[in-house]
């Protein structure tokens, strides 16, 4: 059999990190300490700081166990841990990490192909002494060779990690791609529960009970219910787990001034934390959010934190400021990834923005990648992607031979999402207003067009009878010309006008009638333009309704839930099932889900999207929309319910009006 290694090219695109995270686009150094929504790198682990306990306690449990599963929310910096800390930690361990992040576009290899891939391209790129794969050799039966041994250019053994991050993509982006997804639950199934393949061809040489690897699956917290369902076929992702926390205080001021001694005192840094703390509350009316001294000790997102003092420090520098000091610190505004959103389209055309809003993310509101070579120049020019990378707004990424554009950070799609949302609800009131323009300039062509008739025929009966007093005329000149004319002629003559007058007479009666028929063609239109008016009203009154939800406008909503037209053709519940673990306070987490009860098969046809509103401030995103594929039932992961929760129900009928609901979840709990 004969030994074979990928091909130079692969090998050499993988070693570059074809499937890990691009880095900020200007490498970090002492003036530029901070990546913004990026993630840290080996390079800039210097720069990383705040997490030495998180490190530690990660390191051992991938020590001490074959599979470890790292989750926590979005912006806390699971990437910057694993790639800035934890890898450095088991190198100086006698490990060897293998990241990975899989891919899932149509033409991508399957994902246990892509670990194979990423494990040659790894020990390739570090010097790692190891047999090549032989031709058709599965990744099991090479991890289980009798005598496989992978040694560093030190000539210390060494043990394989590999690190599947952002393993939630696995649930979004996999849904592309079903039958991969179901290939890879196997494959790593018997990879991490170290379980001899089904399709095992030989077993011959094989070290079939030995397992000289480890896996860390890293994800988002609200993904875990997902990752549960795995759980019956892969035991070992509920068996070590390690929760990644926000920031303490006394670690995001470690973030901080660790990172940047030179450039601010310690009591700058702390005031740096604590406006970060404070902004990551909710906002007050006017839409900006004061720091109160409540801030001081509250938790810190990595991310948020990170990405204000990148905008801080480019500010300083453009002022020409050798440090912070309190004026810049003071002349910053709140609403920091709002602002930072929206600055970034600046100059760019509104198309622009809409490209990102609508392609970048998913219907479900996570983060989504598009080829640059259906992006571009479609959408947006080479000019503008480059500049909202150098805004460190997106990035490009190589995966597998193809470009593909993506967020810099899923901490962005909540911001982005909003952003797709107004886009929506301007765009359903520009369609209302001119579907109601489009059917006033229909009548109005309309009356103008009976109108323009009525005017031709009025034309041509006036030249007709212009034509019958002309004969009437020259008859009557030929009398007087002749005077002596008999009797008999005259007697013609005068029956003559008499037709002539029975002629008009029969005309004016015409006349009338057409009148008539003008005026009765008037009201008809007058109808049709009050039955236009009335329905843009329904029109105008369900957009009203539906902003009110979408945009919790408690007043609007308690108006017309206790005005005579509330209405619900549906009632609803919702249920609890424990995910078999507690937040830091000691409360059971839970996955709620709510959902429509005892409505009749036909009535839920009937029905195309349900949106429920969640008005509290622990939600990231208060709006859960679903729809009939999931049986309108929508979910979320916390500990607690929501006395009010307001429910939108949209109807696939467009004439027929939204409704508006209200009800305790917790009573439906029976809490």
Same mark, same amino acid.
């Given at each position: 059999?004969?030994?074979?290694?990928?091909?130079?090219?692969?090998?050499?695109?993988?070693?570059?990190?074809?499937?890990? !995270?691009?880095?900020?686009?200007?490498?970090?150094?002492?003036?530029?300490?901070?990546?913004?929504?990026?993630?840290?790198?080996?390079?800039?682990?210097?720069?990383?700081?705040?997490?030495?306990?998180?490190?530690?306690?990660?390191?051992?449990?991938?020590?001490?166990?074959?599979?470890?599963?790292?989750?926590?929310?979005?912006?806390?910096?699971?990437?910057?841990?694993?790639?800035?800390?934890?890898?450095?930690?088991?190198?100086?361990?006698?490990?060897?990490?293998? &990241?990975?992040?899989?891919?899932?576009?149509?033409?991508?290899?399957? !994902?246990?192909?892509?670990?194979?891939?990423?494990?040659?391209?790894?020990?390739?790129?570090?010097?790692?002494?190891?047999?090549?794969?032989?031709?058709?050799?599965?990744?099991?039966?090479?991890?289980?060779?009798?005598?496989?041994?992978?040694?560093?250019?030190?000539?210390?053994?060494?043990?394989?990690?590999?690190?599947?991050?952002?393993?939630?993509?696995?649930?979004?982006?996999?849904?592309?791609?079903?039958?991969?997804?179901? *290939?890879?639950?196997?494959?790593?199934?018997?990879?991490?529960?170290?379980?001899?393949?089904?399709?095992?061809?030989?077993?011959? *040489?094989?070290?079939?009970?030995?397992?000289? &690897?480890?896996?860390?699956?890293?994800?988002?917290?609200?993904?875990? !219910?997902?990752?549960?369902?795995?759980?019956?076929?892969?035991?070992?992702?509920?068996?070590?787990?390690?929760?990644?926390?926000?920031?303490?205080?006394?670690?995001?001021?470690?973030?901080?001034?660790?990172?940047?001694?030179?450039?601010?005192?310690?009591?700058? @840094?702390?005031?740096?934390?604590?406006?970060?703390?404070?902004?990551?509350?909710?906002?007050?009316?006017?839409?900006?959010?004061?720091?109160? !001294?409540?801030?001081?000790?509250?938790?810190?997102?990595?991310?948020?934190?990170?990405?204000?003092?990148?905008?801080?420090?480019?500010?300083?520098?453009?002022?020409?400021?050798?440090?912070?000091?309190?004026?810049?610190?003071?002349?910053?505004?709140?609403?920091?990834?709002?602002?930072? &959103?929206?600055?970034?389209?600046?100059?760019?055309?509104?198309?622009?923005?809409?490209?990102?809003?609508?392609?970048?993310?998913?219907?479900?509101?996570?983060?989504?990648?598009?080829?640059?070579?259906?992006?571009?120049?479609?959408?947006?020019?080479?000019?503008?992607?480059?500049?909202?990378?150098?805004?460190?707004?997106?990035?490009?990424?190589?995966?597998?031979?193809?470009?593909?554009?993506?967020?810099?950070?899923?901490?962005?799609?909540?911001?982005?999402?909003?952003?797709?949302?107004?886009?929506?609800?301007?765009?359903?009131? @520009?369609?209302?207003?001119?579907?109601?323009?489009?059917?006033?300039?229909?009548?109005?062509?309309?009356?103008?067009?009976?109108?323009?008739?009525?005017?031709?025929?009025?034309?041509?009966?006036?030249?007709?009878?212009?034509?019958?007093?002309?004969?009437?005329?020259?008859?009557?000149?030929?009398?007087?010309?002749?005077?002596?004319?008999?009797?008999?002629?005259?007697?013609? @003559?005068?029956?003559?006008?008499?037709?002539?007058?029975?002629?008009?007479?029969?005309?004016?009666?015409?006349?009338?009638?057409?009148?008539?028929?003008?005026?009765?063609?008037?009201?008809?239109?007058?109808?049709?333009?009050?039955?236009?008016?009335?329905?843009?009203?329904?029109?105008?009154?369900?957009?009203?309704?539906?902003?009110?939800?979408?945009?919790?406008?408690?007043?609007?909503?308690?108006?017309?839930?206790?005005?005579?037209?509330?209405?619900?053709?549906?009632?609803?519940?919702?249920?609890?099932?424990?995910?078999? &673990?507690?937040?830091?306070?000691?409360?059971?987490?839970?996955?709620?889900?709510?959902?429509?009860?005892?409505?009749?098969?036909?009535?839920?046809?009937?029905?195309?999207?349900?949106?429920?509103?969640?008005?509290?401030?622990?939600?990231?995103?208060?709006?859960?929309?679903?729809?009939?594929?999931?049986?309108?039932?929508?979910?979320?992961?916390?500990?607690?319910?929501?006395?009010?929760?307001?429910?939108?129900?949209?109807?696939?009928?467009?004439?027929?009006?939204?409704?508006?609901?209200?009800?305790?979840?917790?009573?439906?709990?029976?809490?």
């Amino acid at each position: 059999m004969s030994l074979v290694r990928p091909p130079a090219e692969a090998r050499s695109r993988l070693a570059r990190g074809a499937d890990a !995270p691009a880095t900020a686009g200007q490498r970090l150094d002492a003036d530029n300490p901070w990546p913004g929504l990026d993630a840290f790198d080996e390079a800039s682990r210097r720069f990383f700081h705040g997490r030495d306990e998180e490190i530690e306690t990660l390191a051992r449990r991938v020590e001490g166990a074959p599979l470890v599963v790292l989750f926590g929310k979005s912006g806390l910096g699971k990437t910057s841990l694993l790639r800035a800390g934890l890898m450095p930690r088991l190198r100086e361990r006698r490990f060897v990490p293998v &990241y990975v992040r899989l891919v899932f576009q149509e033409d991508a290899p399957a !994902p246990v192909d892509q670990l194979r891939d990423a494990l040659v391209a790894t020990l390739a790129g570090e010097g790692i002494d190891a047999p090549p794969f032989a031709q058709g050799e599965t990744l099991w039966a090479y991890l289980h060779r009798r005598e496989l041994e992978f040694w560093t250019a030190q000539n210390f053994p060494c043990t394989p990690v590999f690190m599947l991050d952002q393993f939630e993509e696995v649930f979004t982006l996999g849904e592309r791609r079903p039958q991969a997804v179901a *290939g890879l639950r196997v494959d790593l199934g018997d990879l991490a529960e170290n379980r001899i393949p089904a399709r095992l061809d030989a077993s011959a *040489g094989l070290a079939l009970r030995e397992m000289r &690897y480890r896996f860390l699956v890293s994800l988002r917290e609200d993904f875990l !219910p997902e990752l549960e369902g795995w759980r019956a076929s892969i035991p070992g992702l509920g068996k070590v787990r390690m929760r990644l926390a926000p920031l303490q205080p006394a670690q995001a001021f470690e973030a901080v001034h660790a990172a940047a001694p030179h450039l601010m005192d310690e009591r700058l @840094a702390r005031r740096i934390v604590d406006f970060v703390a404070a902004a990551q509350g909710e906002p007050a009316a006017d839409g900006v959010a004061t720091p109160a !001294p409540s801030a001081r000790g509250a938790e810190v997102e990595p991310a948020l934190l990170s990405l204000f003092c990148r905008g801080l420090n480019e500010t300083r520098k453009r002022e020409g400021k050798p440090r912070f000091d309190d004026a810049l610190l003071d002349g910053a505004k709140q609403g920091i990834l709002a602002d930072y &959103y929206h600055a970034c389209f600046d100059g760019m055309p509104e198309s622009v923005r809409r490209f990102v809003a609508t392609e970048l993310i998913t219907e479900k509101g996570y983060r989504n990648s598009v080829s640059k070579d259906d992006a571009t120049p479609e959408h947006l020019s080479e000019e503008q992607l480059s500049t909202l990378i150098d805004r460190r707004l997106l990035r490009v990424e190589e995966r597998y031979g193809m470009q593909r554009i993506e967020l810099t950070h899923d901490l962005l799609t909540r911001v982005v999402r909003e952003a797709r949302d107004r886009l929506r609800r301007d765009d359903q009131r @520009a369609a209302a207003l001119a579907l109601a323009a489009e059917e006033r300039r229909a009548l109005e062509e309309r009356l103008q067009g009976e109108r323009r008739a009525e005017r031709e025929r009025q034309l041509e009966r006036e030249l007709r009878d212009a034509g019958r007093f002309k004969l009437l005329a020259a008859a009557l000149a030929v009398m007087l010309v002749a005077a002596g004319v008999a009797t008999a002629l005259a007697l013609a @003559a005068r029956r003559e006008a008499e037709q002539a007058a029975r002629l008009i007479a029969v005309q004016t009666r015409a006349a009338e009638s057409a009148r008539a028929e003008a005026e009765r063609q008037a009201a008809i239109a007058a109808s049709e333009s009050k039955l236009a008016q009335e329905r843009l009203k329904r029109i105008t009154d369900s957009i009203g309704m539906k902003q009110a939800v979408l945009a919790g406008d408690r007043a609007r909503v308690a108006r017309y839930l206790a005005s005579p037209d509330a209405r619900s053709s549906l009632d609803f519940g919702a249920s609890a099932t424990s995910l078999g &673990y507690k937040n830091p306070q000691g409360q059971t987490v839970y996955r709620f889900d709510l959902m429509p009860r005892h409505a009749p098969e036909d009535l839920r046809r009937e029905v195309a999207v349900v949106t429920y509103r969640m008005d509290h401030p622990t939600f990231h995103n208060s709006l859960l929309a679903t729809g009939p594929e999931r049986g309108f039932t929508a979910s979320y992961t916390g500990w607690g319910c929501l006395a009010n929760v307001t429910v939108l129900i949209e109807y696939v009928d467009p004439d027929r009006p939204p409704e508006i609901a209200a009800y305790d979840m917790c009573r439906a709990l029976g809490w």
